[in-house]
C-alpha cells in the first residue's frame, strides 16, 4: 500500500483584514462586500516582478492555511452550518477548517496592487480571512477554465438569504463617529457581517441572547429578537 507522504511549504504573504476574531467571519468569500482585506507578500516574495502579468486578471485563487485551528484534530464527518448543524457530511464534501490539512482556497477579486517602501500589497475585495492569516500560494483565476456552468451545489446549492438587522440608536450613533474618527466604512460593513447571522447552528433560534464580534479595534454587540438582528452598542477598544 502506498502510504502518504509529508510536504513543507514557505509563506508568501500574510492577510491583514478587519476580522481580528473567528466568530463573525463569513463562511465564504464574496459573501460580505465591504469586508476590507490586502495581503502583503513577505521577503523574498516582495519583489514587483513577481506579480508581471497579473494586471490583467481581475480574480485569484488564494491558497491559505488555517493557522488558528492546527491545534485542533482533524474530523473525517462535520456538521455544516448550511444543515443547521444537524447533520453530518464527510469533511472532503464540505468546506469545514478542520481538515487533515489545515488549507483554505478562497476567490477573490482583486483591488488595487500597490507598494510602501519595499512592501508590496495586493487589496482584495470580500475576503472570508481573519487577520494574520497565512498564505502560500496564490493564482490567477481563468474564467474558461474556472466557470463552470453546469456546477452543482450539493447541499449548499444557492446563498442563504440575509437576515434583517437594525441598529439602536446608540448604536447608530458610535458607529458614525467611529466612521469619522478613523476613516472606514463600520455601519455597512457591520449590516453585512451580522446579515449572515454567523451564530452557531445551536444558537439559532434563541431570542434575546447576546453576542459580540470584533471589527478591526471594535466589540459589537447584538442580540437577536423574534424577527430581526439588534446591534445595541459598538465599543472602540483603544479609545
Ligand atoms: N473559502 C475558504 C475555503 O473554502 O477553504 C474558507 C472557508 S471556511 C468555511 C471560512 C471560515 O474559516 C471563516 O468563517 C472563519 O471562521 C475561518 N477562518 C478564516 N481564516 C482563518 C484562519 N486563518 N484560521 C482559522 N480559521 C479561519
Same mark, same amino acid.
Given at each position: 500500500?502506498?502510504s502518504?507522504t509529508?510536504?513543507?511549504?514557505?509563506?508568501?504573504?500574510?492577510?491583514?483584514?478587519?476580522?481580528?476574531?473567528k466568530?463573525?467571519i463569513?463562511?465564504?468569500?464574496?459573501?460580505v462586500?465591504?469586508?476590507t482585506?490586502?495581503l502583503?507578500?513577505l521577503?523574498?516574495?516582495?519583489r514587483?516582478?513577481?506579480?508581471?502579468g497579473?494586471?490583467?486578471?481581475?480574480?485569484?485563487?488564494?491558497?491559505?492555511?488555517?493557522h488558528?485551528?492546527i491545534?485542533?484534530k482533524?474530523?473525517?464527518?462535520?456538521?455544516?452550518?448550511?444543515?443547521?448543524g444537524? $447533520?453530518k457530511?464527510?469533511v472532503? &464534501?464540505?468546506?469545514?477548517t478542520h481538515?487533515p490539512?489545515?488549507?483554505? @482556497?478562497?476567490?477573490? /477579486?482583486i483591488?488595487k496592487?500597490h507598494?510602501?517602501?519595499?512592501k508590496i500589497f495586493?487589496?482584495?475585495?470580500?475576503?472570508?480571512l481573519?487577520d494574520g492569516t497565512p498564505?502560500?500560494?496564490?493564482?490567477p483565476?481563468?474564467?474558461?477554465?474556472d466557470?463552470?456552468?453546469?456546477a452543482l451545489?450539493g447541499?449548499a446549492p444557492?446563498k442563504?438569504a440575509?437576515s434583517q438587522?437594525?441598529?439602536? $440608536?446608540?448604536?447608530?450613533?458610535? &458607529?458614525?463617529?467611529?466612521?469619522?474618527?478613523?476613516?472606514?466604512?463600520l @455601519?455597512s460593513?457591520? /449590516?453585512q457581517?451580522?446579515e449572515q447571522?454567523?451564530?452557531p447552528s445551536?444558537?439559532?433560534n434563541t431570542t434575546?441572547?447576546?453576542?459580540g464580534?470584533k471589527?478591526?479595534?471594535?466589540?459589537i454587540k447584538?442580540?437577536?429578537k423574534?424577527?430581526?438582528?439588534l446591534?445595541?452598542?459598538?465599543?472602540?477598544?483603544?479609545d
Amino acid at each position: 500500500m502506498t502510504s502518504s507522504t509529508t510536504f513543507e511549504f514557505t509563506q508568501i504573504g500574510v492577510i491583514h483584514s478587519c476580522y481580528t476574531e473567528k466568530f463573525g467571519i463569513p463562511r465564504q468569500p464574496g459573501l460580505v462586500e465591504e469586508t476590507t482585506a490586502s495581503l502583503e507578500l513577505l521577503p523574498p516574495f516582495n519583489r514587483e516582478d513577481i506579480l508581471d502579468g497579473l494586471e490583467g486578471f481581475s480574480h485569484i485563487w488564494v491558497h491559505f492555511v488555517f493557522h488558528k485551528c492546527i491545534q485542533e484534530k482533524w474530523k473525517a464527518k462535520v456538521r455544516p452550518p448550511r444543515l443547521g448543524g444537524k $447533520e453530518k457530511m464527510g469533511v472532503f &464534501a464540505t468546506r469545514a477548517t478542520h481538515r487533515p490539512n489545515p488549507i483554505g @482556497l478562497s476567490v477573490l /477579486k482583486i483591488d488595487k496592487i500597490h507598494k510602501h517602501g519595499k512592501k508590496i500589497f495586493i487589496d482584495l475585495q470580500g475576503a472570508d480571512l481573519l487577520d494574520g492569516t497565512p498564505v502560500i500560494d496564490i493564482k490567477p483565476y481563468l474564467p474558461y477554465a474556472d466557470i463552470k456552468t453546469d456546477a452543482l451545489g450539493g447541499f449548499a446549492p444557492e446563498k442563504s438569504a440575509p437576515s434583517q438587522v437594525e441598529f439602536s $440608536e446608540l448604536a447608530t450613533h458610535q &458607529a458614525i463617529s467611529y466612521e469619522k474618527k478613523f476613516g472606514r466604512n463600520l @455601519l455597512s460593513l457591520i /449590516k453585512q457581517v451580522i446579515e449572515q447571522d454567523p451564530r452557531p447552528s445551536y444558537l439559532s433560534n434563541t431570542t434575546d441572547r447576546h453576542h459580540g464580534i470584533k471589527l478591526w479595534n471594535t466589540n459589537i454587540k447584538w442580540l437577536a429578537k423574534e424577527d430581526h438582528l439588534l446591534v445595541t452598542e459598538i465599543e472602540v477598544e483603544d479609545d
